[in-house]
């Protein structure tokens, strides 16, 4: 029988799988201190067990996305070094807890996550925190515009999706600034998903085959929609952005260093390579994976991880053992 690859050199070492052990170490750290109600203490948790994890990694990775610095939480900074610096030269995105008020209050959807490409493919997107996106899956990728009215995005989706547009569901986050698009998401007779967090995997609902969303819309973190473009590309969806300032003063910093607010961001722009890896852990329960689990000495962990270039989608539950993990890597679990 003809072997699956042929003769052709095996792909280059998922990365993703090494990033799904940064990720499943920031879930276990952080979700030991779920509902206790202190953002700082889990953010903090995660961010040193994702360090410590990736820095153990054979690459030569540089944060390009850390968080920002919008609520001075904990964080792995922009430019820091990831990795022994051995093989390849990757741009990292990390989110070590997206989703950190779900933690710290027990709410489902929070999620770890690390997305990785090619030296110079992402996005910077400097001091501009937040922006606005349009995320679909596969069946839409081709029609939207982010430009276009908001019931033409949901008309044209759901042409695509075979579907009325009452039975189109969009993602949304449940914020102030959305009044107006909640408004006209209404009017075209769509339905809404209202999350509180957690808008990576809010826009991962979009790819998902069974329960998902069709669209995501709105205003979130500019981390997050670097790392959610990622995460799309591996899905075969699309998703387009636009800068967004919360004030003039934002404004005008980031137009200073030639941030433009009229552009429209394609996912090529988000990370312009096909080669890119990204990996996601549960925090607390979600759509997508489950919550870590603590049973004694075990601890259970589900996992997303895919790579845009081969297409792949993994989902990987792991049990690990909590005295020995101790051991071996120096991170407090039982803390
Ligand atoms: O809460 P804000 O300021 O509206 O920002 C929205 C962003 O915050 C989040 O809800 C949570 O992010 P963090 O938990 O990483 O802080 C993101 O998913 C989203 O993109
Ligand atoms: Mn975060
Ligand atoms: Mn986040």
Redesign the pocket.
Same mark, same amino acid.
């Given at each position: 029988m003809k072997s699956l690859f042929g003769n052709a050199r095996l792909p280059d070492r998922n990365l993703a799988l090494e990033f799904c052990r940064g990720t499943e170490a920031a879930a276990m750290s952080a979700g030991r201190l779920m509902g206790r109600g202190d953002k700082n203490a889990a @953010?903090g948790a995660a961010v040193n067990a994702m360090r410590y994890m990736l820095n153990t990694v054979d690459m030569d990775g540089i944060v390009v996305i850390g968080?920002g610095e919008?609520?001075e +939480?904990p964080m792995l900074f922009n430019g820091e070094h990831l990795g022994t610096g051995k093989n390849a030269e990757v741009d990292i995105a990390v @989110?070590p $807890?997206? !989703?950190?008020?779900?933690?710290a209050l027990g709410i489902s959807g +929070?999620i770890s996550v690390v997305a990785g490409a090619p030296r110079g493919t992402m996005f910077n997107p400097e001091t501009v925190?937040?922006m606005n996106k349009l995320v679909v899956g596969p069946e839409a990728k081709d029609v939207i515009d982010i430009e276009a009215p908001v019931a033409e995005n949901i008309r044209r989706v759901a042409e695509a999706r075979k579907k009325a547009m009452g039975d189109i569901t969009v993602v949304v986050?449940d914020?102030p600034?959305h009044e107006k698009l909640i408004g006209e998401i209404r009017a075209a007779g769509a339905r809404i998903k209202l $999350?509180? @967090?957690?808008? $990576?995997a !809010?826009a991962l609902l979009t790819c998902k085959l069974e329960r998902g969303a069709d669209m995501l819309m709105g $205003?979130? !973190?500019t981390?997050? +929609?670097v790392i959610t473009a990622c995460a799309i590309k591996a899905m075969g969806g699309n998703m387009q952005g636009k800068l967004w300032a919360r004030n003039d003063e934002e404004r005008q910093k980031a137009l200073a260093v030639g941030m433009d607010f009229d552009k429209v961001l394609t996912i090529d722009d988000l990370v312009c390579s096909d080669d890119v890896f990204f990996a996601a852990t549960g925090i607390t329960d979600g759509d997508f994976l489950k919550g870590v689990r603590y049973e004694g000495e075990r601890i259970y962990t589900s996992s997303l991880v895919m790579r845009a270039k081969s297409g792949t989608v993994r989902y990987i539950d792991a049990v690990h053992s909590l005295y020995k993990l101790d051991k071996i890597a120096g991170i407090d679990y039982k803390a």
């Open positions: @953010d968080e919008k609520d +939480a @989110d $807890i997206d !989703g950190t008020r779900l933690t +929070a925190f937040y986050l914020r600034r $999350i509180t @967090d957690g808008d $990576i !809010g $205003i979130g !973190g981390p997050e +929609a």
